[in-house]
């Protein structure tokens, strides 16, 4: 990868995560961060306020032994001490690996976590977690509850900052543009998540790009409530406000969930313009915001509303602009995109202030012969040849973009194939005691990223279909792409949106299924009230009709029993294990290595022992083995 010079475009010049912190702190010292809480307040801090407690933190961490290119583990809530904790480790050179923090309100979840944290130490090789507010728990906190592992110290920001100054800076590292930023953990949706090594200069190449894209001005105000664990909320929010010094308002993703309704508020009070999301959370808020929580309500302001991250569904956008269109929502605010971490985020973007492209194709002719035929201008074909895919845009103006098949060579307009993608904003490569076996893993060849992602181009625009891992390929050639499926049982009133699973069955259970049907398992939770055989009967009609498929298996599940990333990515193949070994939509078990529970719980009870404590264990579903973490 080419070495990208110190970015120095209208007025920015900085080469480093730190050095944008510190050179913006200088030039707006009145712009700075909002952060909403769950109850429709906010706070406020200054870039030179995080900027000078950073140099606290790198202050501390450089006392307690931490340095240039040591791991350090950040599991913190959106918020002050995240951003902090974040830029004092850039100071010191050294690199942040940031964590999901557990929902509020739930602490046997926290527990899991902090067993979880401990291997991902060992993976990453980590001195130090520096999470969230301990409360009474010491910074041992962790000792007894899981096998030994290098970690030394875990430590919250509160105690880390004990004793340091008020005022203190410290001599910056000067990281070179190529040296790696940060760590960031991908969702883990086909496998056990890889640490991605980014870049300075990819990031900065990123968001640079972006911003060019969407025409950023100085007044913009961007609004997320992505957690800062995820690229999209990091990368996508907190550095790219840095780099085009517009005023970011954070939220929580678990006030997001509770009440989605405060995404559109903090938009109508700040007047803000961006704003970013997977396609589940537009359709997540046309089915849980009310009239009563709206009234009031502006969106005028909004000018670019992202859509990235899962595949892009025309219906959801469709009926996203329905809903909110009396509030003010002008249409042409929704920008499909596509990206990914291993690509630093961004790769192709809709065109600004353009209708949504959708292309409508021959559903069977894709699923048989890879082929993206559009449908014919005049005549019908039966429902289950139509299919209709949204465009996610063109390459970014530093990104080349191709279809390639199986041995690298391009493939043609409108034939399905891999995503590959070049450009200075690629990956330095995974960190390697983080990778599995994976059967299509991201991989870079010859200066390209080959994404595991199918897709085809037609007309310039990429329409992405799936990862490749996912699909289903029966034995007579046809394929089927669980997404197209998933969208169909969702849309069934009495399904819970968003957490239907569809997945190949197992091999080994074969003798269990129907042979006349086809080897596909659709788990579906149900909302409460619904019938579930009522459901069933309504599923098994609708993807015959639509799509010419009859499951081997409909398994009626209850709510959130379906396993997803923290940005609400259904994890199929998670879904898969857990079906297979009988445990899905059992929340009182999980996927567990008995000898190493028995280890750990007899190591706990070590650890208890004495004092008279007494400890019930309950292990959900999402506790899973090493392997195959989330």
């Known amino acids: 990868m080419s070495e990208m010079p110190a970015t120095e475009v209208q007025g920015r010049h900085w080469s480093t ?68 904790t974040f830029f004092g480790l850039q100071a010191l050179g050294a690199t942040p690996v940031p964590l999901a923090w557990p929902a509020e309100g739930d602490p046997f979840r926290g527990w899991v976590r902090l067993a979880r944290w401990r291997r991902m130490a060992q993976r990453y090789d980590a001195k130090m977690l520096i999470c969230g507010k301990l409360g009474g728990r010491p910074e041992t906190g962790l000792t007894g509850i899981w096998p030994p592992h290098p970690l030394e110290q875990v430590t919250d920001l509160a105690r880390l900052l004990e004793g340091v100054p008020g005022h203190c800076e410290i001599e910056p590292h000067r990281a070179q543009p190529s040296d790696v930023a940060y760590i960031q953990s991908t969702s883990g949706t086909t496998g056990a998540p890889r640490g991605v090594r980014l870049t300075h200069q990819g990031i900065l190449s990123s968001v640079e790009a972006i911003g060019q894209w969407i025409e950023v001005v100085d007044d913009d105000v961007l609004v997320s409530w992505l957690p800062l664990d995820n690229i999209m909320g990091l990368v996508g929010v907190v550095c790219f406000a840095l780099h085009w010094g517009i005023r970011p308002v954070l939220m929580h993703a678990d006030h997001f969930l509770e009440r989605p309704e405060d995404w559109f508020w903090a938009i109508s009070e700040h007047q803000a313009t961006l704003s970013l999301a997977p396609n589940f959370a537009f359709n997540y808020c046309v089915r849980r915001c009310n009239e009563s929580q709206l009234e009031g309500l502006d969106l005028s302001s909004w000018r670019v509303a992202m859509n990235g991250s899962e595949p892009v569904r025309a219906q959801h956008m469709q009926a996203f602009i329905r809903r909110f269109h009396a509030y003010g929502l002008d249409e042409r605010v929704l920008m499909p995109v596509y990206g990914l971490s291993e690509a630093t985020l961004g790769v192709s973007f809709h065109p600004l202030g353009e209708p949504i492209r959708i292309d409508g194709i021959n559903r069977r002719i894709l699923e048989t012969e890879g082929r993206a035929e559009p449908l014919p201008a005049k005549g019908s074909v039966s429902p289950s040849e139509r299919m209709h895919v949204v465009s996610v845009g063109k390459p970014l103006p530093n990104i080349e973009l191709r279809i390639v098949d199986e041995q690298g060579g391009a493939l043609p307009e409108r034939t399905l194939g891999e995503v590959a993608v070049s450009g200075p904003n690629l990956m330095d490569g995974y960190e390697p005691s983080t990778l599995r076996d994976d059967a299509n893993p991201t ?88 019938d579930s055989q009522e459901l069933r009967t309504a599923i098994r009609s609708v993807l015959k009709t639509h799509l010419e498929l009859d499951p081997a298996e409909l398994l009626d599940l209850p709510v959130q029993s379906v396993p997803k990333t923290p940005t609400g990515k259904v994890r199929r193949h998670h879904c898969r294990r857990l079906f297979q070994r009988g445990l899905l939509g059992k929340r009182g078990v999980g996927l567990l290595n008995p000898d190493r529970i028995t280890k750990s719980l007899r190591d706990l009870g070590e650890t208890l022992r004495g004092g008279g404590e007494s400890i019930v264990v309950r292990v959900q579903t999402w506790l899973v083995d090493d392997e195959q973490e989330d």
């Open 17 to 84: 995560l730190f050095d944008l912190l510190q050179r913006r702190a200088t030039q707006m010292p009145g712009r700075g961060f909002y952060v909403r809480d769950g109850r429709g307040g906010q706070e406020f801090r200054t870039l030179s306020q995080i900027c000078a407690t950073a140099h606290r933190v790198a202050h501390a961490l450089a006392e307690r032994g931490i340095g240039a290119g040591d791991a350090v583990l950040v599991a913190q809530p959106t918020g002050f001490d995240f951003l902090s």
């Open 443 to 530: 991989r870079i060849s010859e200066g390209w990223l080959l994404t595991g992602d199918l897709g085809y181009m037609a007309d310039g625009d990429l329409y992405y279909i799936c990862r490749a891992s996912d699909r289903i390929v029966f034995a007579d050639g046809r394929t089927i792409f669980p997404e197209e499926v998933e969208l169909f049982v969702d849309a069934i009133d009495g399904v819970r949106a968003g957490s239907t699973a569809v997945f190949e069955t197992p091999a080994e259970m074969s003798d269990e299924f129907d042979a006349e049907k086809h080897p596909v398992v659709v788990a579906f939770e149900v909302q409460a009230g619904a």
